[in-house]
């Protein structure tokens, strides 16, 4: 509401061109708060009040703005504007959005970078999407191993200004092989030792990431121990980047967005909802329907190849939507707990016994209680006490099934190093329905042949 109270009054600063407000305007607030101010105004606006603020605070706001309006601002302002901008953007975030732009334009862009610059930014795009490689920031703190703590302190002074963080001090030596790490607190706290190498204060044993290392995999050795930044090596142990904290959260929420859109039988999107064409999410969404569409037509033929006799026990068809129910309920329950606990190395394939032997007991827990409210029902409608025994019964066998399947299916797929999240809940109720007429089928035969 207040950014759009504002909106008149810079809308005016622009027409006047104020140069004076709207310098004021960009280094009063923070950046975050300047970027929401100006969500109002088009990209052309936009693009002029960001050139009333210094270039590292120009990027500073950019960096808030969402990333579809930074790819068309980079993709239509003037390129020498842009090569200014580009350059105090990290490295990282500078090839994350020149992805999004035609070759052509990027070259146009990147000939106006500095040539060091340009370099960082080149050798980055030449890792895969996903990789460590291609997340990791090259503007990190590394100095030689053989400087002393006052040499590191005034080295650090004159590379601030263009390092994404100095929390970690990365040591090395003169072929710029990782040797160790310190951190920024333990390096203040040695200023009464001016003299101490910083050979003598590193930690050897540090936690890497390989340049090749999938993202997620990065993502989650940082959770695991905690860290604000990964440094990246190669194969033979040269140091090459980081990955921070904040590079790790967007991943963090790209893949848990992934997987969410996995597991209700959606092919993720590569672009947001309303961004992506509907055909494009026509298909990405049709593909897997169209899969469960068919696994429903087989409980149909399932159910038709009985229909002589289910006319007959006609009070048996108003129990086949609970009994469907049940069972995949309960495998939807199992697959999202047992994908969600592989996702964050709560279990592994090696738990796969207990947790078959956790889910059996479950269904069977599950199962009698609900078969107990079915029975229930079913005194109500089935002709005799003795009939009335096929809904507790099955409901029992469905449910514990059901509890199973969405445990295992899961795991087979990560033992086939296919994603877990593949196996939707649709998909496992798919199988826990068919699976559900069958039971229900031979139990009811079973009591009334």
């Not at 622009?14 to 407000?21: K, N």
């Not at 469960?292 to 939507?321: G, H, R």
């Not at 996702?343 to 889910?359: F, G, N, P, Y």
Request: net charge negative.
């Amino acid at each position: 509401m207040i950014n759009t109270l504002f909106l008149p009054e810079l809308r005016e600063m622009l027409q006047e061109d104020r140069t004076d407000d709207l310098r004021e305007f960009c280094i009063a607030l923070h950046p975050a708060r300047t970027a929401e101010f100006m969500e109002g105004l088009d990209n052309n606006e936009s693009w002029r009040v960001l050139q009333h603020a210094q270039p590292s605070l120009q990027a500073e706001i950019f960096q808030y703005f969402d990333s579809y309006r930074q790819a068309e601002l980079l993709a239509t302002q003037d390129e020498k504007q842009v090569a200014v901008l580009v350059t105090q953007l990290p490295a990282d975030d500078a090839v994350d959005l020149l992805r999004e732009l035609p070759e052509a334009r990027v070259d146009e862009i990147l000939a106006l970078v500095p040539a060091p610059d340009r370099r960082d930014i080149r050798r980055l795009q030449t890792f895969p999407e996903g990789t460590a490689g291609a997340l990791m920031t090259t503007e990190v703190a590394c100095l030689s191993e053989t400087l002393t703590v006052k040499q590191a302190l005034d080295e650090l002074s004159r590379q601030a200004g263009r390092l994404e963080t100095i929390y970690y001090i990365y040591v090395v030596d003169d072929t710029n092989h990782l040797r160790g790490v310190v951190s920024g607190r333990l390096l203040i706290s040695s200023i009464g030792r001016p003299e101490t190498r910083l050979a003598d204060l590193m930690k050897t044993d540090i936690v890497t990431a390989n340049v090749h290392d999938d993202q997620e995999q990065v993502a989650q050795k940082v959770a695991f121990y905690n860290m604000l930044a990964i440094p990246v090596v190669d194969d033979h142990q040269h140091m090459l980047g980081i990955i921070t904290h904040d590079d790790v959260i967007d991943v963090v929420r790209e893949e848990a967005a992934e997987d969410v859109q996995r597991i209700v039988a959606v092919e993720p999107l590569k672009d947001s909802y309303l961004r992506t064409p509907l055909m494009i999410l026509s298909w990405k969404r049709g593909f897997w329907l169209l899969i469960l569409f068919f696994a429903a037509l087989s409980t149909a033929f399932a159910l038709q190849q009985y229909q002589d006799w289910l006319d007959k026990y006609s009070w048996l068809v108003l129990f086949i939507p609970l009994v469907i129910s049940s069972g995949g309920n309960s495998g939807s329950q199992s697959s999202t707990l047992i994908i969600s606990a592989l996702i964050t190395k709560d279990i592994d394939l090696r738990d796969w016994s207990t947790i078959v032997r956790r889910e059996l007991i479950m269904g069977l827990i599950l199962g009698g209680i609900m078969g107990s409210i079915g029975f229930l029902c079913a005194l109500l409608l089935a002709p005799t006490y003795r009939d009335a025994l096929i809904i507790p019964i099955t409901i029992l066998c469905v449910v514990t099934c059901g509890t199973c399947m969405g445990s295992l299916l899961p795991l087979m797929f990560k033992r086939f190093g296919l994603d877990p999240a593949m196996m939707s809940n649709q998909f496992v109720a798919g199988l826990s329905d068919l699976l559900g007429i069958l039971i229900y089928v031979n139990v009811a035969l079973l009591f009334l042949s």
